[in-house]
């Protein structure tokens, strides 16, 4: 078969994120041609269900023809409106209004960027000309947690706590600090939700005594951590975190880029706990991958003090060419009525069962040490000692052929480093969906199991 030739165009030219440049010139690139429900189909024919929903986005699935329609016609009408100069758009109007509505009662404010990780980085901006606004510049470190994600940007990579996205970048800055993860499988105080709860609050007031709380500005967090292996605290943590930066007088920043929009169950993963942020980042379902579009929602306290903090006719300093842009406004308006009232939401909250019976029942797998989830968002932790938990050797680069054998079966999910293997279903998954799913993850597991150097790793010789 002649090599495609978009192949040697892609490796000459097209920089891909989060690879390992080299490899990946050896590799090749897989082209996806196209794209129907859960389904994808790649330029070899070969048709794929996609458990991850592109990178945890595509919630409302592919091929959704007023998504598309509602695009089609705003491109029409007005391509593109700037949000400079007091100018503004219908749509983008109509979604802040929206996203306040759907959005915990603390925010009341939206500010549109282009994804997550200018969401993250717009927060840090604000929170920055918050504290100078209010009287009080010392307020400038900020705490998240270890294996957090919050983007890729010059500061919110530092938030992020994962190596790889320091390495070579200089982070993270001095003034970004991080507290253990709560994660329930490996967590020191053992797997008592409440000894958890109380070891996270517990890290987090040491941690800004020892900063002194009159220099912390802001913890961030995400309800559960997507990127470090989908960790699921126990119910009642959020709220307990957001209790206690209230109590040490920081803000309580909520980073829903991958939990908002139905992938836990509500709207907001903040809703099923009453939490009720200063600031909170929204991205990926919020347009559902149809086009790039990301928000923070800012409480009145805080929009306040920055328009205060400036001089009659002083613009406050930060924006983007594309904040605001019309189109993804659009789309985001249309996939938050195929949530509501095209019944998304309910269908996932309907779904999730079959989803977390289906990742428990692989505990009985060889290679499965835990299985958790909420609503659509879950993961297997691959191990090679279930009674120690002990990691898989990295040399054997298992997640690689998780993947490979993965793509053999037709199946697309997210295999990290550490053999943690994420999903993250579209709320349009159906029963036969699930059923398919877990076949095809079970065999691949299976064949994985199969090969000699992983059977003996796994202490099966």
Known sequence: M?????????????????????????????????????????????ELLDAFSGLWCVNVGYGQQSVVQAAAEQMAKLPYATGYFHYGSEPAIRLAARLVELAPASLRHVYFTLGGSDANDSAIRFITHYYNSTGRPQKKHFISIERGYHG????????????????????????QHKIPSPYP?????????????????????????????????????????????????P??????????????????????????????????????????????????GLTAGYAPMGAVLMSDRVYQGIADGVAPGVPVGHGYTYSAHPVSAAIGLEVLRLYTEGGLLANGIAQAPLFEQGLRDLLEHPLVGDARSRGLLGALELVADKSTKARFDPALKLHERIADAAYRNQVIFRAFGDNVLGFAPA???????????????????????????????????
């Open 2 to 46: 002649p090599t495609n030739p978009l192949v040697a165009l892609d490796r000459d030219h097209l920089i891909h994120p989060v690879v390992n440049y080299r490899a990946h010139e050896q590799r090749g690139v897989t082209i996806l041609e196209s794209g129907h429900g859960a389904y994808l189909r790649d330029t070899q024919g070969t």
């Open 152 to 175: 890729s940007s010059s500061q919110s990579a530092g938030l992020t706590a994962l190596a790889v996205f320091h390495q070579n970048f200089d982070l993270p800055l001095p003034s």
């Open 185 to 233: 499988y490996r967590n020191p105080a053992g797997s008592d939700a409440d000894a958890i709860i109380r070891a996270s609050v517990a890290a987090l007031r040491a941690k800004v005594q020892e900063l002194g709380r009159d220099n912390v500005a802001a913890f961030f967090c995400e309800p559960i951590q997507g990127s470090g292996g989908v960790i699921v605290p």
């Open 235 to 284: 119910k009642g943590w959020l709220k307990a975190m957001g209790d206690a930066c209230r109590e040490l007088d920081i803000l309580f920043v909520v980073d829903e880029v991958i939990t908002g929009f139905g992938r836990t169950g509500p709207m907001f993963a903040c809703e099923a706990e009453g939490a009720e942020p200063d600031l909170m980042m929204l991205a990926k």
């Open 427 to 461: 709320l349009c998954y159906t029963q036969a969906d699930f059923e398919l799913l877990f076949a095809r993850l079970k065999k691949t597991l299976d064949e994985v199991l199969d090969q000699p150097d992983v059977y003996r790793a796994a202490g099966k010789s």
